[in-house]
């Protein structure tokens, strides 16, 4: 399964993006695909999780404001950010997993592939 994440960009504080993440390969036998972040000298955060029947999962610190969708015709998964903020800055991947478990921010899966990520960045 290969990845490859677009959307980032810089924005101000209160902006929104939206972030796609375009999936090819064996795409039909993913069972939990995420968006997650890491910001400079933090660990890297899950923020959105979405399985295959479409149930979903968000951070605590994104709750309200983020939200995750996947289009299975397209193979995409986005991630729209609304009123954004400084701290959300960071460098955003997406992620897929096959094995069946929990799909959630806490306590989910070890993913398996990754893409190269993109840099979203927003200014106070």
């Known amino acids: 399964v290969q990845l490859v994440e677009s959307g980032g960009g810089l924005v101000q504080a209160g902006g929104s993006l939206r972030l796609s993440c375009a999936a090819s390969?064996?795409?039909?036998?993913?069972?939990?695909m995420g968006w997650f972040r890491q910001a400079p000298g933090k660990e890297r955060e899950a923020v959105a999780v979405i399985d295959s029947d479409g149930s979903t999962s968000v951070a605590d610190s994104v709750k309200g404001r983020f939200s995750i969708s996947q289009d299975n015709a397209k193979n995409t998964l986005d991630l729209q950010m609304n009123s954004l903020k400084p701290e959300d800055t960071g460098r955003y991947y997406c992620a897929a997993e096959a094995a069946w478990g929990p799909c959630t921010v806490v306590g989910g899966p070890d993913f398996d592939f990754w893409g190269q990520g993109t840099q979203v960045t927003v200014s106070s």
């Open positions: 390969g064996d795409t039909y036998s993913m069972y939990c």
